[in-house]
Nanobody
Framework: QVQLVESGGGLVQAGGSLRLSCAAS??????????MGWFRQAPGKEREFVAT???????YCAESVKGRFTISRDNAKNTVYLQMNSLKPEDTAVYYC?????????????????WGQGTQVTVSS
């Protein structure tokens, strides 16, 4: 089974930056073979796609964060990152890391089979 552990969340002022990390592990998990993604969910709202990165580091971000967030991965460390700059109050949510079923980047939640526990990001105005 795959385990994903997010970290790096916290409280930050609008306009500030934060970097989230997602450490992956698993006995039969070859991290470099899979696309990874970040999703977020605010209280009372549905989960929404944030960013995804393919096995070979092709990235795609949601329109709401494009130009502000950058997803990256370090396969040697089995870790995916989400660099968040120019944060806005509407970015406040629990951020979840997920592993896709294949290597292609995707914004479809059902295409991901393992999810982390989430890390809280709060952006104050």
């Amino acid at each position: 089974q795959v385990q994903l552990v997010e970290s790096g969340g916290g409280l930050v002022q609008a306009g500030g930056s934060l970097r989230l990390s997602c450490a992956a592990s698993g006995r039969t998990f070859s991290f470099s073979n899979y696309a990874m993604g970040w999703f977020r969910q605010a209280p009372g709202k549905e989960r929404e796609f944030v960013a995804t990165i393919s096995w070979n580091s092709l990235a795609y971000c949601a329109e709401s964060v494009k130009g502000r967030f950058t997803i990256s991965r370090d396969n040697a460390k089995n870790t995916v990152y989400l660099q968040m700059n120019s944060l806005k109050p509407e970015d406040t949510a629990v951020y979840y890391c997920a592993r896709a079923r294949g290597g292609a980047r995707t914004d479809v939640g059902n295409a991901y089979d393992y999810w982390g526990q989430g890390t809280q990001v709060t952006v104050s105005s």
